[in-house]
């Protein structure tokens, strides 16, 4: 089975995050895996690439790089979320007139389309909220 996973939960300040996290790391062992993982509301902050966590803690942002390029899943951000957030791309932060970016790939800003692609497309979606 291929899943499509929803994070709403800020890192660090939320369960939601870490359980999306085991719980799609966990996949492979089944036979299945995660094809997209949408982050919206403050779940976006997941994608920070400033994340800096003290050592004693799990690095949830090397985390999430570790499982796209282990499963080869769509890391996808909610633009409306992430901007109003202040997490910008390149693009957005130009579009905005900031000199630098807080979001790099693997993570993509996308829109709701995607989540309802995803939602299509594969054989579960299931969200992570606080």
Known sequence: MTYAL?????????????SALRFAEALPAQ??????????HDGIYNAASMMTPPRDEPHLL??????????????????ASAVRRGLLDE???RRH???????EAPFELTGLG???????LHDRLITFAP
């Open 62 to 79: 090397e985390r999430w790089r570790a499982l796209h390029k282990a499963q080869q899943c769509e890391l996808l951000v909610c633009v």
């Open 114 to 120: 995607q989540l309802m692609q995803a939602a299509f």
């Open 97 to 103: 007139g900031h000199s630098h970016s807080t979001l």
């Open 31 to 40: 036979g299945h895996r995660v094809a997209t993982v949408f982050f919206y």
């Open 91 to 93: 693009g957005e932060a």
């Open 6 to 18: 929803m994070v709403q939960g800020a890192p660090y300040s939320q369960q939601a995050s870490h």
